[in-house]
């Protein structure tokens, strides 16, 4: 069993930044490729950003390319999502997620954290 435990959220005005942080326990985190995925309310959960196990390889949803970045720290168990020059249509529950096996920007991880909530306001 994995845990992921994810932290950070909060209000935030627009042109702001957030720093997300998803805390793993459970499986060797140093080995599993981590992902972010956002679902706003009535919409389904959307890919936002990946990272392969060893940091060298990330992968972005377009509508964030160039404003967030993620990255993480095999030595904490933790992956991060520093989120800048926030926008309204960024508001949404935003979950980090963990799989052994490819980069995929797909809804195909198999351990889920709860989420932390991202509101941006106009």
């Known amino acids: 069993q994995v845990q992921l435990v994810e932290s950070g959220g909060g209000l935030v005005q627009a042109g702001g930044s957030l720093r997300l942080s998803c805390a793993a326990s459970g499986r060797t985190f140093s080995s599993a490729a981590m992902g972010w995925f956002r679902q706003a309310p009535g919409k389904e959960r959307e890919f936002v950003a990946a990272?392969?196990?060893?940091?060298?390889?990330?992968y972005y949803a377009d509508s964030v390319k160039g404003r967030f970045t993620i990255s993480r720290d095999n030595a904490k168990n933790t992956v991060y999502l520093q989120m800048n020059s926030l926008k309204p249509e960024d508001t949404a529950a935003y979950h980090c997620a963990a799989k052994w096996g490819l980069l995929s920007n797909k809804v195909d991880y198999n351990y889920w954290g709860q989420g932390t909530q991202v509101t941006v306001s106009s």
């Open positions: 990272i392969n196990w060893s940091g060298g390889t990330t």
